[in-house]
T-cell receptor, first 112, second 117 residues
Framework: AAGVIQSPRHLIKEKRETATLKCYPI?????VYWYQQGPGQDPQFLIS???????DKGSIPDRFSAQQFSDYHSELNMSSLELGDSALYFC???????????FGPGTRLTVL | AQTVTQSQPEMSVQEAETVTLSCTYD???????LFWYKQPPSRQMILVIR??????QNATENRFSVNFQKAAKSFSLKISDSQLGDAAMYFC??????????????FGKGTKLSVIP
């Protein structure tokens, strides 16, 4: 079965640079969630989209923005990167907002 | 706000034995969803099992089963016939009910399970 695809899988950036993470949900899934997992931490919710509209917002810094496109893929844009942004970023998708969330493999971001 | 507590940071089990991971949560809502996710060394988050609060019957998926005690707000995971591949970090997660408008997952801190050959 098709799974959630995230790209890139690994990303290394310098402080103050910009990064863009991409997420391709499971086919027919219309809801996308973004989570951030720091080292040794549990995943923390950042933001979600349902039918291309932002549906919920968590502890997402103002330096971050995201959107969901007409083909339902989503992008997380991160600007003015800080050392503390180094983490594993997960995208999850679900069929409608009420359904079970299935996670992608994550993008490991390292900020030097 | 909902909170999820996993009081066992680490546990170990002998291969082929049974182990139970604990999870408690705090909520004022009566209808909600609970999940166990597994995160092996690859860091992939894999759904293990899901429980709807309105269902009295405990969910079961092959060797994995839960003991859902709604009044006690307890949601433990039992792994039977443990296998080496079960070694992972296990996260308990809570999701608000339908109509709440917010369906983010709230995770516990996780329990690291080691399987001893």
């Amino acid at each position: 079965a098709a799974g959630v695809i995230q790209s890139p899988r690994h990303l290394i950036k310098e402080k103050r640079e910009t990064a863009t993470l991409k997420c391709y949900p499971i086919p027919r899934h219309d809801t996308v969630y973004w989570y951030q997992q720091g080292p040794g931490q549990d995943p923390q919710f950042l933001i979600s989209f349902y039918e291309k509209m932002q549906s919920d917002k968590g502890s997402i810094p103002d330096r971050f923005s995201a959107q969901q496109f007409s083909d339902y893929h989503s992008e997380l844009n991160m600007s003015s990167l800080e050392l503390g942004d180094s983490a594993l970023y997960f995208c999850a998708s679900s069929l409608r907002a009420l359904d079970t969330q299935y996670f992608g493999p994550g993008t490991r971001l390292t900020v030097l | 706000a909902q909170t999820v507590t996993q009081s066992q940071p680490e546990m170990s089990v002998q291969e082929a034995e049974t182990v139970t991971l604990s999870c408690t949560y705090d909520t004022s809502e009566s209808d909600y969803y609970l999940f166990w996710y597994k995160q092996p060394p690859s860091r992939q988050m894999i759904l293990v099992i899901r429980q709807e609060a309105y269902k009295q019957q405990n969910a079961t998926e092959n060797r994995f089963s839960v003991n859902f005690q709604k009044a006690a707000k307890s949601f433990s995971l039992k792994i039977s016939d443990s296998q080496l591949g079960d070694a992972a970090m296990y996260f308990c997660a809570y999701r608000r009910p339908s109509g709440a408008g917010s369906y983010q997952l709230t995770f516990g801190k996780g329990t690291k399970l080691s399987v001893i050959p």
